[in-house]
């Protein structure tokens, strides 16, 4: 609420004389669409990540404290903030540092796990449904752009787009991810911070390796369910298994084309020379999205796989090893 005093009053007695008389009132305004609730929900569960290297290098990013249990928080960012690290320290928006240990971390998914002492924990923040989001709706991010001197910051924007698919590389391997858009400003520093509703959920990850240097007013954060995904087996460590189809794959004109058989133990019926064309009757653009849309399934689902073969289309099911 803003209080203005404003002078109401005053009249002339005379040509030459201005009263002094004057009245002063308060009038009060309120604005109606403030966030403030909603960011109180979750700022302070929003940490800045200090990534340190013994060869002197480093990065900063941000992160999220997403749950507890009876010794630890535990914080979720991306696997490209705290890479190669040889420590990390987490500071809160009130200037607190503490030291965090790495539990697990994914580049594909570009995730990662941390956990810090239960007692440095200032708050947790709540997790909301990605899938409830619609077109327009309004959104924010906590992080820290450009690190400590920008602590704590906060901007405000809208749901983009839905059901995006850009292409990441990780160590010279391409990946698709299935990702959020929205132009809410997402700087250096704010990678692996939170994407947040209006009731101050956590519906996404924001990630800055999914934003071209050349493209403004666009900005992407991993879907909070496909994070959850993983996050169990992260906070033990383990690494993330993932469907194999035992296919040495390379993109094509149309689809991708079978290089090599590398199981020879699978009773599909592919062969090299094969071009895959679809997944489940979705479209294949490369080796890249194929990837993509054979993750989306758990190990042992069977799937179909439609192919070339000559000039005869074809379809085989096979179902998916670890």
């Known amino acids: 609420m803003v209080v203005l005093s404003i002078v109401v009053g005053g009249y002339i007695n005379d040509a030459n004389q201005k009263n002094t008389n004057q009245i002063t009132k308060n009038i009060n305004i309120v604005e109606e669409n403030t966030i403030k609730e909603a ?3 979750v700022y302070n569960a929003v940490v800045l990540i200090a990534s340190y290297r013994l060869d002197g290098e480093g990065s900063v990013g941000s992160g999220f404290i997403y749950k507890t249990d009876d010794k630890y928080g535990y914080i979720l960012t991306n696997n490209h903030v705290i890479t190669k690290s040889d420590s990390i320290s987490v500071m809160t928006n009130d200037l607190k540092e503490v030291e965090a240990t790495i539990l697990g971390y994914d580049e594909p998914m570009d995730l990662a796990v941390l956990k810090i002492a239960k007692e440095d924990v200032p708050l947790v923040a709540s997790i909301g449904h990605s899938d409830d989001v619609k077109i327009g709706d309004t959104v ?6 450009e690190g400590l001197q ?6 405000k924007g809208i749901i983009s787009g839905l059901n995006r698919e850009v292409k990441i590389n990780n160590h010279g391997e391409d990946y698709t991810m299935g990702v959020i858009q929205t132009d809410a400003a997402i700087n250096p520093g704010n990678s692996g911070g939170p994407l947040v509703n209006i009731n101050g959920e956590v519906i996404g990850i924001n990630s800055l390796k999914l934003v071209q240097d050349e493209i403004e007013g666009m900005g992407f954060a991993i879907p909070i369910e496909e994070v959850l995904l993983y996050t169990d087996s992260l906070e033990k460590g383990e690494q993330i298994k993932r469907p194999y189809l035992g296919l040495e794959l390379a993109d094509n004109d149309i689809g991708i084309v079978i ?6 133990s699978s009773s599909h019926t592919l062969q090299k020379g094969d071009i895959i064309i679809k997944l489940d009757d ?6 890249s999205h194929f990837r993509y849309l054979l993750y989306k399934h758990k190990i042992g689902d069977r799937v179909k796989i439609t192919y ?15």
């Open 39 to 41: 960011i109180d929900k």
């Open 140 to 145: 924010f991010t906590v992080g820290s752009p």
């Open 150 to 155: 920008y602590i704590g910051t906060v901007t």
């Open 259 to 264: 290089n090599a058989t590398l199981d020879k």
């Open 282 to 287: 979705v479209s294949v653009r490369d080796t």
């Open 308 to 322: 070339i073969r000559g000039l005869e289309e074809d379809e085989t099911y096979i179902e998916l090893g670890a």
